[in-house]
């Protein structure tokens, strides 16, 4: 949306673009919500992305599913 678009005309990209797992979901209900940007100059510093699985946010609470509809997401960097 708008602020990816101003993110990127800043010079940040989406770590997962660059790492192919663009279409990795980032919530419950299987959409990407959130982002990981970092400037342009380090996408090839990016060594992974990574998105936990539902599972990771399973809980037995009675009232609750999961912890939260947002899936944790990280992303490796090497230092240059």
Do not use: F
């Amino acid at each position: 949306g708008p602020v990816g678009e101003c993110l990127q005309r800043h010079g940040y990209v989406d770590a997962a673009v660059l790492s192919d797992r663009g279409d990795a979901p980032t919530s419950i209900g299987e959409g990407r919500w959130d982002y990981a940007w970092i400037k342009r100059q380090m996408g090839d510093c990016v060594l992974a992305y990574d998105v936990a699985g539902q599972q990771a946010l399973a809980c037995a609470d009675i009232c609750k599913q999961h912890l939260s509809d947002h899936l944790p997401l990280w992303i490796t960097v090497e230092h240059r």
